[in-house]
C-alpha cells in the first residue's frame, strides 16, 4: 500500500489514502469521461465541479463532511484546488506528475504535500 499523502485545502492539511480499486475505476470515470455543453462556462462550471468531486472523494474516508457542495462554499484558493487535484490524480496513478525536463522542481505546493 501506498503511505498517505498530504493535500493542502484552505491552508490546512488533509491526508489522503490508498483507494480501492472502485473507487479509482469511479474518479476515472469523472477524470476521462468529458461532460461537453454548448456554452463555455458551463463547461469551466462543470470542470471545477468535477475537480472538487474527486477531492471528496479522496478525502471521504477520514473526513466524511467534507462534500463537494460544502468545499463550494470554503475559502479554498485556485492553486489549493489544481494542486490538490494533480496531487490525487497522481497518487491513483490516473495522471502520474512527470518531471520537468530540466530537472526543476514542481512547486512548492507539491513539496510541501509530500512532505507532509
Partial sequence: ???PRTIILEEKPYKIRQFTLAEIEDMNL???NPIPAADPVENAKRTYERMRIVIAAALN???PDMT???MAGMFITLPEVNEAFRQI???TDLVPIKPKPNGADQGEAMAVARAA
Fill in 1 to 3: 500500500m501506498k503511505e
Fill in 61 to 63: 474516508r477520514d473526513h
Fill in 68 to 70: 463537494a457542495e460544502k
Fill in 89 to 91: 490524480l497522481d497518487f
Fill in 30 to 32: 469523472l477524470v476521462v
